[in-house]
C-alpha cells in the first residue's frame, strides 16, 4: 500500500519553530507537532499547505520551501514530509488546543508526537535527512 503523504510546517521566528498542540479526541490527542495535514486527492503539497494553514491557522502561505525531510509515521499508512514554510499573518489555533513558539531545547522538552520529535532531533539538530 503506498503512503499517504501528509505535509508538515516549519515556520520559523528567528531561533524558534511554530508548534501546534493536538486536541484530545484526535490521533496524538495532547501531543505537540508542526501545523500541516493531508493530502486530498489531485492536490500538490504546496497546495495542501496553503489549505490546511488556512484551515489550521488562519494564515496565508507566502513560499513553501524545499523537502527538508520525510519520515514515515509508525503505526501509521502516513509519510510525514515537513517543508520550510513563510506565512503572512498572525498564526491562531483555529483546529489545535494552543499554538506555542519553541526553541529546538524547548521543543524536546515538550510531549512531542513521534515523527515531530524525529524532525526535531535529526533536522533541526543538525542531522539533515530527506
Known amino acids: 500500500m503506498r503512503p499517504i503523504p501528509v505535509v508538515a510546517a516549519v515556520i520559523r521566528r528567528e531561533t524558534r519553530v511554530l508548534l501546534a498542540l493536538r486536541p484530545p479526541e484526535k490521533r496524538h490527542g495532547g501531543l505537540w507537532e508542526f501545523p500541516g495535514g493531508k493530502l486530498v486527492e489531485g492536490e500538490t503539497e504546496s497546495e ?13 502561505v507566502m513560499a513553501v520551501g524545499a523537502l527538508l525531510a520525510a519520515y514515515h509515521d509508525p503505526d501509521s499508512p502516513f509519510e510525514i514530509r515537513f517543508r520550510d514554510v513563510t506565512v503572512a499573518g ?20 515538550l510531549p512531542l508526537a513521534p515523527t515531530d520529535r524525529r524532525f526535531v532531533e535529526d533536522v533541526l539538530g543538525g542531522r539533515r535527512q530527506g
Open 90 to 109: 498572525a498564526p491562531r489555533p483555529l483546529e489545535h488546543t494552543e499554538l506555542c513558539w519553541a526553541t529546538r531545547e524547548e521543543a524536546l522538552c
Open 48 to 60: 495542501a499547505m496553503v489549505r490546511e494553514l488556512a484551515e489550521e491557522l488562519g494564515v496565508r
